[in-house]
């Protein structure tokens, strides 16, 4: 059946066709139009088409440019967030679909960037042997996610340390609410640069893209104040019933007696169970050291953690059989 179907790449909004899927908000038409007018951004649209030009199946792909000038570095990869929207359920048609717009995508990019990223895939196998194909290799990646559908209620799942921190917090006057100024629009994206800049994996955009993302109803940016002064701050999306922590920031060390991380994490959970979603998924918690700070923070508000894939592709073929071999299984 998929002979009968058509690949298309599109890479400009005027181009876009009628009838994206929109319920997943990172492969979206709407995340494509943020990333287009974002700095240093280029998103990629594959789809397959019918001969009608229905939309059957979509992968939304962004090509990052990132450059410093110390240490001296110019380079660009690609990301693509999900394995994708698919008309069908069933497996083996959405397996086949992948592998289309996967090969073109592998096609276009070839060369182009350094590397290719592909993670947050909904089933830790999905694409398995079609990633293969194509010479990425798999890197153990560790996800957390906290069921909000169940019985216990966000405050009941967190450890008596962290809900003593947050009942703490509140007595003495923190409070986190969305960004509705100028001024904590601008103290959050300042918090999220300032706190990630050590990080070297830790892209974040320019700040025109929190503003466009900003706008879109499924996306809150969230900031914790203390007398008017934000010490902490998230970007949450809620997207197909379920939500997703996508960047938080906190001013820990010099507001550590407000435990501002532990607020500004809770009520994202909190937010996320108020609007219904089923789960709130922390979407980089990083690689399963045996000691990982971060994820030992994150599972203490009672979420599950699970063992996933992070899908890589270097363009230098050396440098990929060599990293296929130090990541091999």
């Known amino acids: 059946m998929t002979d009968t179907l058509t690949i298309h790449i599109y890479t400009s909004e005027d181009t876009l066709p009628a009838g994206l899927m929109e319920e997943n908000f990172f492969q979206s038409p709407a995340f494509f139009h943020a990333l287009r007018q974002t700095p240093r951004h280029r998103p990629y649209m594959v789809t397959l088409e019918s001969a009608e030009g229905s939309i059957v199946s979509q992968l939304l792909a962004v090509v990052r440019y990132r450059s410093s000038l110390l240490p001296p570095y110019f380079y660009m990869h690609c990301r693509v967030m999900g394995e994708g929207c698919y008309l069908t359920d069933d497996d083996e048609e959405r397996s086949a679909y992948f592998e289309r717009m996967l090969n073109a995508l592998t096609s276009k990019m070839n060369r182009r960037v350094l590397y290719i990223e592909i993670s947050h895939l909904s089933q830790k196998m999905f694409g398995y042997r079609q990633l293969r194909q194509r010479h990425f290799f798999p890197v153990r990646w560790m996800s957390i996610h906290n069921s909000l ?7 009941e799942r967190m450890s008596p340390t962290v ?6 917090a509140y007595e003495r006057g923190v409070t986190t609410c969305e960004v509705t100024t100028d001024a904590d629009f601008a103290a959050l994206t300042k918090l999220l640069r300032h706190h990630n800049w050590l990080k070297p994996r830790r892209f974040i955009p320019n700040d025109q893209f929190f503003a466009l993302i ?4 499924q996306t809150h940016l969230y900031v914790t104040k203390y007398h008017q002064r934000v010490i902490g701050g ?12 996508w960047y938080a ?4 060390k010099v507001f550590r007696w407000l435990h501002p991380a532990e607020t500004t994490i809770y009520h994202a959970i909190s937010d996320a169970h108020h609007h219904g979603c089923d789960h709130i998924f922390f979407m980089d918690v990083g690689l399963p050291y045996r000691k ?10 009672g979420g599950k953690p699970v ?3 992070r899908w890589f592709r270097c363009s230098i073929s050396w440098i990929n059989r060599l990293l296929s071999w130090f990541y091999r299984e």
Request: glycine share 6%.
């Open 149 to 155: 559908h169940s019985i216990d209620t966000p405050e």
């Open 249 to 252: 920031a906190y001013r820990r």
């Open 292 to 301: 990982n700070p971060f994820r030992e923070f994150i599972l203490r508000f």
């Open 163 to 168: 809900k003593k921190h947050v009942k703490k």
């Open 307 to 309: 063992s996933t894939y």
């Open 234 to 245: 998230s970007v949450v999306v809620f997207s197909g019933g379920q939500a997703y922590l």
């Open 214 to 217: 900003g706008h879109n109803s």
